[in-house]
Every structure is written in C-alpha cells, then in structure tokens.
C-alpha cells in the first residue's frame, strides 16, 4: 500500500470548488486532504496537526470526522468520475459533491503523531447519490468507522456565492 | 433566548481534559466551544472562521461536525453533572465523556459570518452512555441535526497519557 497519494481528484477540482477547509488546495489553512484510488478502494492520508488533540496523545474527534468527510465527497467524485470515462489528471472537471450526511463510530482511541490512512468503499445509490464506507487505520489499528452520503451538488450553493 | 453562554460545563473540565481541540480552554488554536444550559436544553454557541469554508460563504461540514461532537460530550457531562446534584462553578468536578459515535445530517448549506447555535436534547441510555440530539441554527434557520453517543471516558484513556 503507498504511503502516499500520487493522484488526487482534488488536484482536479475546479478553482471555485478549491477553497475547503478540508480539501481545498486553496484554503491556506486548511487540512489539504486528497483522495485517490488504491486498487478497486478510495484512499486519503493524513497526519494531523499537534494541535488537533483530544486528550494529549489523541486524535481529536472532530479532525477525524473532517477526514471521513473530505474522504467521503472525494470518493464519490473520483468514483463517479471513473464511471463517466474519466481518471484523475485527464484534464476532465470532476463533478462536484456535497455531504447529505456524516457518521463516524469511534472505535478505539486514535494516537498522534503517526499519518492516518482512510480507505474508502464506494456505492452508487442513485447516479446523484452516493455512499462511502470509510475505515480509518493508524499502522495497523483500525481506528474509526464511517459512512457518508454524498450527494451530486445542487445548483442552489452556487447561486448564493 | 441568550446569546453568550455564561456558565459553561468546559470551564470546569479539570487541567488534563482541558486540551482538546474543540472544546479546551487550554488548547490555543482550538474552537473554544463552550456548553450551558438554557432551559432544559444545552446550548453551545459558536462563530466559525472565515477559513472555516466549505464553498465561499457557506460553514465546513467538519466545523460543523466538531460543534455537534463537543456539544454533545459537554451536553453528557453537564446532564449528569446535574444528576449527581451539581451546578457548574460549584467548585466540583464534572464527569468526562468521551464519543462513542457521532451522526450528522446536514439539512441546509450553513451560511458563514453569523453566530450558530447548537441546541440539545440530553437522555440518559444508561449511567456511563448518554445521547445527545442536537439542531444547529443559523438565525432561525434549522441547519443541520445531530447525534452523539457519549459515554463515560474509559480509564484506557488516561493511562495512555
């Protein structure tokens, strides 16, 4: 397994979808998650800040949600995107997606200082919807579960911009 | 309806529990978030920052999800807090939560630059497990609802430190 992302669909994404906390490669201080495919799974890496604590010595829990999140919305896109004929770096847009909904199980205490690996498994509901079972390990430890609904974006968050 | 917290069950956590990134007082780069009671629901109180992006002008899911977490490990700690026949500020120690699992459904695109407000709903599954419901407005706006499993902090935790 790589130890790191080569190819990532937020490489990809268009500059007014590119400001994410936690996927954007233009949000400065944001996470900078990016998601690529490891065989048929999605793959996103990430270490997290020394601050990003819950107790110290631990993973704050938000921080892994952020990761499912991102991990979630990039999986759907570069899935879909592989769906439509198109692979990471192609020169196509990807489609865009948002989060419907986000559920993280906390199984074991996720320690710092190590980089987090979410592996993704990826479901068409329905061509706009989208589920993504995620699996979040430090080393060899399974750290979280999570599944996020992924939803094609609506046209109605580009109108408020 | 108030719109600061002015007793918060965070400000009680004792020094070892004060780090984490959502909800420390003693973690520099953190949230803040801070957890009262109003009436008989918890409220937390929370204005995301301008890097807290998801598209330009609309709130981070991950934000989003770090809100409900805390709220609903600080919304478990001050029920039973109660329970056990205290009142934040009251000089004792309240008891530590951590989260078991956390949902999250995002209803509407979360607009930035107003304060948002979570709302709680605290029922005790059983002494050491709480759950959290949780709405989340922005102004009258219904947000996003949440879910938290809290359950009472494994002393695995500590002697990891």
Known sequence: MEDKVIKAIQDDYPEDFAH???????????????TGWDGEHTVTIFEPNPEHTALPGFVYGGVMASLIDCHGTGSA???????????????????RFVTASLHVD??????????????????EIHPKKWKVNTEVYAG????ARGEVIAAVMPDTFLQKK
């Open 20 to 34: 994410c906390y936690g996927c954007g490669r233009q949000n400065e201080s944001g996470h900078h998650l990016r």
């Open 77 to 95: 896109s570069i899935a879909l995107h592989r769906k439509n004929g198109h692979d990471v770096g192609d020169g196509a847009e990807p489609p």
């Open 106 to 123: 906390f199984l074991k205490p996720t320690p710092q200082g190590i980089p987090l690996k979410a592996l993704g498994t990826v479901e």
């Open 140 to 143: 060899e430890t399974l750290c």
